[in-house]
């Protein structure tokens, strides 16, 4: 499996955009409107890859040290291998080599143990997005041994 950064406008990124509205958005009839590809010109996007993709997520920087998790997606025919806790890890790099600090992610209530098995904590209540059931978790990606 070879994990990596894609951009808009790419073969890549239109299998991104498909996997998303496939396992994101079309279960639970979410528009497809809320895949914006000139917002997402300025996140992060990663993919796994293995021939074609088969998982995906979105970085959104949400301030000087925060980086939010979004749209993490992982082809059915690939879930419980591995995939997305690849995905998780190569996102929390990718937030340490760019200077920030934290990883935040709104977990719908089917993915919350998912995410605390990769070290994210619920922050408050549970709360409703796009009509889901979802929490905050976020996990500090820096800590002191990481500084020299």
């Not at 894609?6 to 890549?12: A, E, F, L, M, Q």
């Not at 990883?103 to 904590?121: M, N, W």
């Amino acid at each position: 499996m070879e994990i990596k950064l894609i951009k808009t406008g790419t073969k890549d990124y239109e299998e991104m955009v498909h996997l998303r509205k496939k396992m994101l958005l079309d279960p639970f009839g979410i528009s497809h409107s809320y895949i914006n590809p000139e917002q997402e010109r300025q996140h992060f996007l990663v993919g796994a890859f293995e021939d074609a993709l088969i998982g995906c997520c979105l970085l959104s920087r949400i301030g000087d040290s925060t980086l939010q998790l979004r749209q993490m997606a992982v082809n059915i025919d690939f879930q419980g291998r591995g995939v997305g806790a690849a995905i998780v890890a190569f996102a929390e790099e990718l937030a340490k080599k760019n200077g920030f600090t934290k990883l935040v992610l709104h977990a719908r209530d089917t993915a919350k143990g998912f995410y605390s098995k990769c070290g994210y904590q619920v922050v408050g209540d549970e709360f409703y997005e796009v009509g889901l059931k979802h929490f905050l978790m976020e996990k500090e990606v820096v800590g002191m041994k990481d500084w020299k």
